[in-house]
């Protein structure tokens, strides 16, 4: 049972535009979601996360925006550059402490910009 | 600072042959992973680690044995290698487990044959 669904599997979007990835969750228990960018033969990065106490987070061209009762997060990058070409991963997880160790992640976005 | 290091970055094996990849962290962070990284399928995780001493599975265990000595160190075992096992290996490490952000290696290229 994925846990994290994220949509759409690959876009391409022109220099300049906005780029928008959802992501949806099942469990209800989850309250940190981040997303992380992946460059072709590297690792994952981390590029920026939400807590649900809020509904919206933005960093530079990058925004998480979330909605708790539909339980979907998306992330919005504005003013696409051909440099954001990349795999995006949306990922989610009970928070700190107690049992929870474990991130759940999306299936991944590659996203193109033209130049 | 290295963050998370992991050897070697490609390999090739033959059906049945054994190796260990080798991951290591000098962010000294309680919480370690493995996951594999298939296309169109996401990260998937193998087995985690809270702590020296300490692991348990994740979603595909299967085929794969860790351990965990010190801090530092979480290598990851392939034990008679099959052609399922091709895929990009991720090593990562947490400070606060999956509440906060993972710090991920380089990756491990393995392709069985």
């Known amino acids: 049972q994925q846990q994290v669904k994220q949509s759409p599997q690959s876009l391409i979007v022109q220099k300049g535009g906005i780029s928008i990835i959802n992501c949806a969750y099942e469990?209800?228990?989850?309250?940190?979601f981040p997303w992380y960018q992946q460059f072709p033969g590297k690792g994952p990065a981390l590029l920026i996360a939400i807590r649900p106490d809020v509904s919206e987070k933005k960093e530079g061209r990058f925004t998480i925006s979330f909605n708790k009762s539909a339980k979907q997060f998306s992330l919005h990058i504005m003013d696409s550059q051909p440099g954001d070409s990349a795999t995006y991963f949306c990922a989610a997880s009970r928070g700190s402490g107690g049992s929870n160790y474990k991130l759940t992640f999306g299936k991944g976005t590659l996203l193109t910009v033209n130049p | 600072n290295a963050g998370v290091t992991q050897t070697p970055k490609f390999r090739i094996l033959k059906i049945g042959q054994s190796m260990t990849l080798q991951c290591t962290q000098d962010m000294n962070h309680n919480y370690m992973y493995w996951y594999r990284q298939d296309p169109g399928m996401g990260l998937k995780l193998i087995y985690y680690?809270?702590?020296?001493?300490?692991?348990d599975k994740g979603e595909v265990p299967n085929g794969y044995n860790v351990s965990r000595s010190t801090t530092e160190d979480f290598p990851l075992r392939l034990e008679l290698a099959a052609p399922s096992q091709t895929s990009v290996y991720f090593c990562?490490?947490?400070?606060?487990?999956?509440?906060?952000?993972?710090?991920f290696g380089s990756g491990t290229r393995l392709t069985v044959v």
């Open positions: 680690s809270v702590g020296a001493g300490i692991t």
């Open positions: 469990n209800t228990a989850f309250d940190y």
């Open positions: 990562a490490s947490s400070y606060l487990g999956g509440g906060t952000g993972y710090t």
